[in-house]
């Protein structure tokens, strides 16, 4: 056997071994899991302590979630160009070790006596232009990690710890929140984002060198680049309008649930909490279902299933009565998580697979500028709606509007890919001349390294 069968022999014995074996995933997966925990719980305590603690109004609690997203928006685009032109190691380790520091200054500013909402905005800015560097660099990453055959499996089992963190994390919150203080709760977040650092320190395999700056195009060129790509793609562009609508009227929604969940049905942060907890059992559903039903359906079809999930819970939380919302509110939670996890694994690794690898940070960039930005875009939508029409027309207005997703959920004909595998074959487009001449010095374009 000679050295080029013995080395494809390697690869293949390789991809049949299963993540759990993969140390470096594994660092990846703890540090996602951990980190994930801990921000569920600020996402409970950040609107109950603008809520409680500051006495914020409807628009103002709103506003929020605008700060926290407006980043996707202002710095999404050239966050791509850099994670394409820097190792994603380094930017992931930054972007926990400065969210930890920015949390940490929130019962910092309350035991002095000096927390203020435009502290708690400005804490939502920070954090949400480290998160766009971090996303786009950690969804960039892990093609570099496995196999694209293993990209399935690789997403879900992060999928699966998101799970466990939108099961557990809302009732821990509620808890702490209750015996500590939302202002002291949150520092649980902050050292869980110093423990996500610390695995992803411990990541050993290298990555290749960046190609340097001034070999590129320019930022502006780079940055059209990647959007023609994906506007451009037959599928790409498709998904962004599906993810990006979706996530619009959702915004509304979380807007101002919270601030309906106490204020129209008076609930406390202990039973929120526990509505959440039990209600996110479907990210687990989710996540440990998605590989099942995309081989049993095709993956594709089993993304349009989801939309129509994620669309149904939104509708629960509107009819909820007001003698008794609990039932409702878990069911809304069971399939909106449900519906976003199993398309979250099959829209993502499709993405990643046809992209080729030089643009994949430029590739998600794209995607998160324009799906993410229409979050802050539809927070103040709801805030403004909810200090104006009212909290229960507000929900009835977003709920209606995540039904908009399927126009282009079935308009892409993702229905049609069967598998990962399928959409490489159909959907990566074939190196350009120039690609291909640098690929036969750097490797094949598209695949792990």
Known sequence: ?????????????????????????????????????????????????????????????????????????????????????????????????????????????????????????????????????????????????????????????????????????????????????????????????????????????????????????????????????VLGHPLLRWIAACTGSFNLFSSMLLAVVVVYEVRHFGMSAGLIGLTMTIGNLGWLVGAMLSGWLGRRIGVGRATVVAIVLGAIGPLLVALAPLANPVPWLIAANLLTSWGSTTYNIGQLSIRQAITPERLHGRMNASMRFMVWGTMPIGSAIGGALGQTIGLHPTIWVAAIGTLVPLIPGIASGIWSVPSVEAAVARFLPAPAPVEAEAAGAAGPVGTAS
């Open 1 to 229: 056997m000679g050295r080029g069968a013995k080395r494809r022999g390697g690869r293949q014995r390789a991809r049949g071994r299963s993540l759990w074996r993969h140390a470096d995933f594994v660092r990846l997966w703890s540090a996602e899991s951990v980190s994930r925990f801990g921000s569920e719980i600020s996402l409970l305590a950040l609107p109950l302590m603008a809520i409680t603690v500051l006495h914020a109004s409807t628009f103002e609690v709103g506003l929020l979630t605008t700060a926290e997203f407006l980043p996707f928006v202002l710095v999404g685009l050239p966050a791509g160009v850099w994670v394409d032109r820097l190792r994603r190691r380094p930017v992931l380790i930054a972007g926990d070790l400065g969210r930890a520091v920015a949390i940490a200054s929130i019962p910092l500013a309350h035991a002095l006596g000096v927390l203020t909402m435009p502290q708690l905005y400005l804490v939502g800015l920070v954090t949400g232009m480290l998160t766009v560097f971090f996303d786009v660099a950690y969804q960039s990453y892990l093609p570099r990690l496995v196999d694209p055959d293993q990209l399935i499996e690789g997403n879900a089992k992060l999928e699966v710890s998101s799970s466990g963190a939108s099961i557990a994390g809302p009732g821990l919150a509620g808890v702490l929140i209750q015996w500590m203080t939302a202002p002291l709760a949150v520092l649980v977040d902050a050292a869980s984002f110093v423990a996500s650092a610390a695995f992803i320190g411990r990541i050993r395999r290298q990555e290749p060198p960046p190609a340097p700056a001034s070999a590129g195009p320019g930022m502006r060129k780079e940055i059209g680049e990647g959007l023609r790509f």
